[in-house]
């Protein structure tokens, strides 16, 4: 079965503790990326990679670095957590994005920074 | 600021009912994609729309890309609470080299039996 797997699905932790989430894909998908999403804000993207060791920005990368040494896997990883860090987290894959294709979501990891 | 205005936010109407959601900018997307999201599921893609103008339907569900492909809009007929969930707008703009892709707020729909 095609699809995105994210561990953990929950997690409670403090502040300072470094954590990292893990996403999988078995698509074979180039393009893979991590959106939180918060209440009247909306997904926002915090990174994206368009293929192994490719890896940028989105709009609010701020406190998250993410790795992609394997094209099926894009661990996010907060190195200090803070709780404005405290979001549900969605990791994303698709092909290459210029052929409109859609992306495909895990089912979410619901993180609260203590 | 929102790059992408969906309107409205929430919406919570009867079973049988007709609705609209909006999905409105001031750029001209290549692409536009309509996801549905349920409680602790990842949204769900349910139509891309590209060309200016166009229209897709799906079942109770109609899409319609703006002329100018700076908007949409869903339509759902005769809602039904099988439809209850979060609808996302997401357009998809040329940047760098690769499509962008913004989502809206996302509309929460609940429909009532």
């Known amino acids: 079965e095609a699809q995105v797997t994210q561990n953990p699905r929950y997690l409670i932790t403090v502040t300072g503790k470094k954590l990292t989430v893990t996403c999988s894909q078995n698509?074979?998908?180039?393009?893979m990326s991590w959106y939180r999403q918060d209440p009247g804000l909306g997904l926002r993207q915090i990174y994206y990679?368009?293929?192994?060791?490719?890896?940028d920005k989105g709009d609010v990368p701020e406190g998250y670095k993410v790795s992609r040494k394997e094209k099926r896997n894009f661990p996010l990883i907060l190195e200090s957590p803070s709780p404005n860090q405290t979001s549900l987290y969605f990791c994303?894959?698709?092909?290459?994005?210029?052929?409109?294709?859609?992306?495909?979501f895990g089912d979410g990891t619901r993180l609260s920074i203590l | 600021t929102q790059l992408l205005e969906q309107s409205p936010q929430f919406l919570s109407i009867q079973e049988g009912e007709n609705l609209t959601v909006y999905c409105n900018s001031s750029?001209?997307?290549?692409?536009l994609q309509w996801y549905r999201q349920e409680p602790g599921e990842g949204p769900v893609l349910l139509v891309t729309?590209?060309?200016?103008?166009e229209v897709k339907k799906l079942k109770r569900l109609t899409f319609q890309f703006g002329d100018a492909r700076k908007d949409s809009s869903l339509h759902i007929t005769a809602a039904q609470p099988g439809d209850t969930g979060l609808y996302l707008c997401?357009?998809?703009?040329?940047?760098?080299?690769?499509?962008?892709?913004?989502f809206g707020i996302g509309t929460k729909l609940q429909v009532i039996p």
């Open positions: 994303a894959s698709s092909t290459i994005l210029d052929s409109n294709q859609p992306q495909h």
């Open positions: 698509m074979n998908h180039e393009y």
């Open positions: 990679s368009m293929n192994v060791e490719v890896t």
């Open positions: 750029s001209v997307f290549s692409s």
């Open positions: 729309v590209v060309t200016g103008g």
């Open positions: 997401a357009g998809a703009l040329l940047s760098g080299g690769y499509q962008k892709v913004t």
